[in-house]
Each structure stands twice: as C-alpha cells, then as structure tokens.
C-alpha cells in the first residue's frame, strides 16, 4: 500500500508542479511553427518575390514608353560677320530652347524569348509555391518529432522517478529492517546508493527535458525559455499502408522541386539559343523642339512632328561568348536532370528504409506493451517477498530495475514510432494538405 500511494503521490506532482503554465497540444505547437516558423516565412517571402517578377512585361512582352523633355537659358556675348560685310555684335543675347518627346520601342521578333521567359518566370513561381509547400512539411516534421521528444523526456522523468520512489521505499524498510536486527547494514546502504543513484539521474533528466523545450520553441520561432504544459502521451498509428513507389514519385515534394528545378534549367536553355538568332524591333515617337535667341543665324525655330523606323540585329561574333553560353546552360540542364534523377533515386531509398523501420517500431512497440504487464506484476511479486524477509535486497533491487527499464523501453518504443511514423508521412507530403 504504501508503493502505491508514493507512485500516486509521484504521478500528480507534476500536475500542481505545471498546473500555472502554458497548455500546448501537439496541434498547438503546430499552428505556431506555421504562422512563425523563420524558415517558412523566409521561403515565403522568396515566393511573393517569384510572384512579384512573374509579369507581362518582365517578360519583355509590353513595348517600352519613355516620355523625355527639357529647358535651356543663356546669355551670351555675340560677335558675327556676315559675308555681305555686315556685321552683328550683341552683348548679353538672351538664349531659350525647349524640347519634348515621347517614344516606343517593341521587340517584334527575338526567336521566341519573350514567351520563354514569360513561362520561365511562371515555372520560377510555381516552385517556390513548391518550395513553401517542401518547408512547410519539413518544419511540420520536424515540429512533431521533437514534441514528441519532449512528451519522451517528460516519461523518461516519470520511469526514473518511479525508480526513485521504490528505491526510496526499498531504503526506508531496508532502514527498519536493520534498525531492528532483521536484516544486515549491507541491504541498507546498498538501497542508499540506489536511491542516491536515482536523484542523479532524474537530474540530468531535467537538463535533457529543458533542451527538448528549446528546441522545440526555436521551431516555433518562440522564447527559448519558455516550458509548457504538454501530453503525457503520444497519438500513435499503428496502420499506415506503403504508396506505391510510382505514386510516390508524384507525392513526395523534394522530388516535385527537383523536377521543376531540371525543367526551369530546360527553358533557360532555350532562352539562352535565342540569343543566336536574329532579333527585330521598332521604335516609334513624337518629338517637339523649340528654341530662340537675341543672336545667331536663326532668331527662332519651332519642329514638332511624329518619328519611327525599324532595326535589325544580326549576331555575327561575339568573342564565341554566345555559343559558350549556349553550351554552359546545355550542361546545366544535362546537370539538373541528373539531380532528378538522383533525388527520385534517394527517395524512394529513404522511404523503404523509413518504411521498414516503421514496420520494426509497431512491433517493438507492441512488444513492449505486452512486456510492461509482466515486468509490473514480477515486482509486486519482489516487493511482497520483500516485505516478508523472502527475498533479498538485491533480488527486489533487480525487480525494480526490470521494471523501470520496461517503462523507459516502453516510452523509447512509442517515441521512436511517433518518429518514424512521421517520417513516412513526410516522405508522402501527407503532413500538410
């Protein structure tokens, strides 16, 4: 009776210990690593840049208007001798001109580029979207691993301080016993250093549950410093079923980016060729031009009148720079689709091997389950022989460890599936929709 209103007493301390701190559920922390998470807000912005360059015009699809105009004055001296013989001399001769013009250029034709950078600039959009996506499913992984990390170290606390009240019983009756001639000093300080033992590990289990919480905040883009009350236990799926590796091809966002990536790579290829053919364009405007002066050939003169013309550009040489350039975006390509190739490669090995550990983990997860029964009832076995002198400090110390290895094998087990349950599911971009 008296084990079981110590593990009582063990199991609501925390309750009043976390009661005036922050609830946090899982979905909680989740929510939070969403709106504040650094790295999604970084690929966010980077997709609002994408989005922002995605236009007609950046394309080079719109004409190009300029409007252009100024004002001159001065005054000058002037000394002129005419053929005639006459002669002009003004000193301080006001001078004003003015001047205005609007005017257009267009591209007509350049091989196409125009409309390869506009689907360029649509493919740059479309993945960073993916890029967003990829972030967000990664930070989402990585949020429920380390929230279940800290759940993992808050049982870890709970197995070692269950350790640390039955020896802490184990010592009291050790204590008794001796004290009364039934039972040898040995027992008693054998239960000591347990005890003793025990304390020095739920020690450092504090410091492993504080660094659990840092990491977790940092995820969250939160106070590092801050603790929260959280589950005492983790939701597992024990029922997941593999994707096909062909559909997984189509699900799995890494290999998504590095597709998109090869076919960017394919159109900056193209855009590059482009630069080999000839290019035609033309130009149109409106000029005003008004000027006058004290001195001079012409007192005053006024043109105003509309302008335009064509142009060709032919390519002839550059320095071989266009045909290197051409060859450079063709090996980058060549070198982009290989990286698809290798990511779809990497993939689909990450995920057998995410799978089978999966696999491996409900197994010993269910293992463990069933352990824990038998590891219970062995100690209330010890404890009972204990108490009545038929079993030794040693036999009852053993029973206890047994015990409390089960519980931390138990909690590791649940830890590890939440892990490699999410794992798969990140490997299936099946954590954010």
Avoid: C
């Amino acid at each position: 009776m008296l084990v079981r209103a110590l593990i009582i007493l063990l199991f609501t301390l925390p309750v009043f210990t976390t009661g005036a701190q922050e609830r946090l559920t899982l979905q909680d922390a989740i929510s939070r690593s969403l709106e504040h998470n650094f790295d999604i807000r970084i690929a966010d912005v980077t997709a609002q840049q994408a989005a922002a360059n995605n236009t007609t015009g950046n394309a080079g699809l719109l004409p190009d208007i300029n409007g252009s105009g100024g004002v001159n004055v001065g005054s000058s001296n002037t000394h002129i001798e005419f053929a005639d013989g006459r002669v002009q001399e003004v000193n301080n001769a006001a001078t004003m001109s003015y001047n205005g013009a609007v005017t257009a250029s267009y591209t007509i034709f350049a091989g196409g580029r125009a409309w390869l950078i506009r689907k360029q600039l649509a493919a740059n959009e479309q993945l960073a979207q993916v890029q967003v996506r990829e972030q967000m499913q990664s930070v989402v992984s990585q949020v429920i691993q380390t929230y279940a990390r800290v759940v993992w170290q808050q049982q870890q606390s709970v197995a070692i301080d269950t350790g640390l009240v039955l020896a802490r019983v184990r010592m009291v009756l050790s204590q008794v016993k001796f004290e009364t001639g039934t039972s040898a000093k040995f027992d008693f300080l054998q239960a000591r250093v347990d005890y003793n033992a025990r304390q020095s590990d739920s020690l450092q289990q504090i410091a492993f549950l504080h660094a659990a919480f840092a990491d977790l905040n940092l995820l969250m883009g939160d106070d590092p410093y801050k603790t929260y009350d959280v589950d005492d236990s983790l939701q597992l799926n024990l029922t997941l079923v593999p994707k096909d590796r062909d559909r997984l091809k189509d699900l799995n966002l890494s290999i998504d980016v590095a597709r998109r990536a090869a076919e960017i790579s394919r159109l900056d290829e193209r855009i590059t060729r482009t630069f080999l053919l000839p290019s035609v364009g033309a130009t149109a405007g409106y000029n005003y031009n008004y000027s006058k002066s004290q001195a001079g050939f012409a007192l005053f003169n006024r043109s105003s009148g509309p302008v335009g013309g064509l142009n060709l550009n032919v390519p002839i040489f550059q320095g071989g720079n266009l045909r290197r350039q051409t060859r450079v975006a063709g090996l980058q390509a060549f070198r982009d689709e290989l990286i698809y190739e290798r990511q779809n490669t990497e993939i689909g090995r990450q995920y057998r091997s995410a799978w089978k550990s999966y696999e491996m983990s409900v197994a010993s997860y269910r293992l463990e389950q069933e352990n824990i029964g038998y590891a219970k009832e062995n100690l209330e076995i010890q404890e009972a022989r204990f108490r009545v002198g038929l079993a030794t400090t040693l036999e009852t110390r053993e029973a206890e460890n047994s015990y409390v290895q089960a519980l931390i094998r138990l909690y590791t087990a649940a830890y590890n599936l939440k892990v490699n349950e999410t794992r798969v599911l990140e490997l299936e971009s099946a954590l954010v929709r």
